[in-house]
């Protein structure tokens, strides 16, 4: 079954903060409850496209690690597309501990294959592209992070008459296709602001590669790089979740809203600008990070 566009308008919320700026949140989060944000739409025209090929033996095969929101996502789209789905996942060590993680059984529980590979196999992933391609050549092979052309395209449906009212457009950024499609498909007077969780100095370049526009400036969001859950961030998100009612996680959303708030405060956008941030979803992940902050007695996301 194809992937269908929603039904409903996907809300646009205020964020009073009570400066002579406009702070909003689309709540792409909200899209499914499986496949949330982003990730729906990077897979949308994957999938779907793949689909409309007909293949004789459909499998879809993608990469991430233990926490992975892609393969969360990838998982479930698979289920509701009746696609079987295989995930090759960073680290041989979880081979015998993946019902530990919430997110690897959840994509367990979508009937998702799991292969775990070393870290040096990972790290050689065209290899192991080449390697599958040739054993499943029926196969749709999404790469790490779905971010591809048609992840690009399906980013276009974030877009709509109500986001063209915004000076700003900001989104997390792990792979670049999400940045790539804002980029790409908003209004030539509008200003997209990256907030990069990877440090990564290609990604400038890949994404230019993809939406061939200059109109992105990338931002660190700091807080110790990929993965890294800070206290301080924690904080943040679980005052975010107590004044505005939205929750954010500790690895794309938390550290973009943080840092939005910062740069606010520090007079980065012009008075009475109009700033849109996209909650990319990915809020699967925090049942993962409380069981690690647990582990380190740490304060837990609530
Ligand atoms: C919650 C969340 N936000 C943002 C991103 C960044 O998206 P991209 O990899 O397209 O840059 C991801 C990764 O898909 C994500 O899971």
Known sequence: MLLQPPTETIPIQEIPIGKNIKLFIKREDLIHPQISGNKYWKLFYNVNHYLETNPENPYIITFGGAFSNHISAVSAAGNVAGIPTLGIIRGEELQNKWRDNPTLLFAKRNGMNLKFVTREEYRHKEKLTEFLQQEFPDALIVPEGGTNEDAVEGIKMMLNEQTK????????????????????????????????????????????????????????????????????????????????????????????????????????????SRVLCFHTGGLQGIEGANLLLEKQNRNLII
Do not use: H, W
């Open 165 to 272: 009212d915004f000076d700003y457009l900001c989104t997390a950024v792990g792979t670049g296709g999400t940045i790539a499609g804002i980029s790409k498909f908003c209004e030539d007077n509008q200003n997209v602001i990256g907030f990069k969780v990877v440090d990564d100095a290609s990604l400038e370049n890949k994404i230019f590669e993809l939406t061939l526009k200059r109109n992105f400036n990338l931002i660190d969001s700091g807080f110790g790089g990929y993965g890294k859950i800070n206290d301080e961030n924690v904080r943040f998100i679980n005052d975010f979740k107590d004044k505005y009612n939205i929750p954010l996680e500790p690895i794309y959303t938390g550290k973009m809203m943080q840092r939005i708030f910062e740069m606010i405060e520090e007079d980065y956008f012009p008075e009475n």
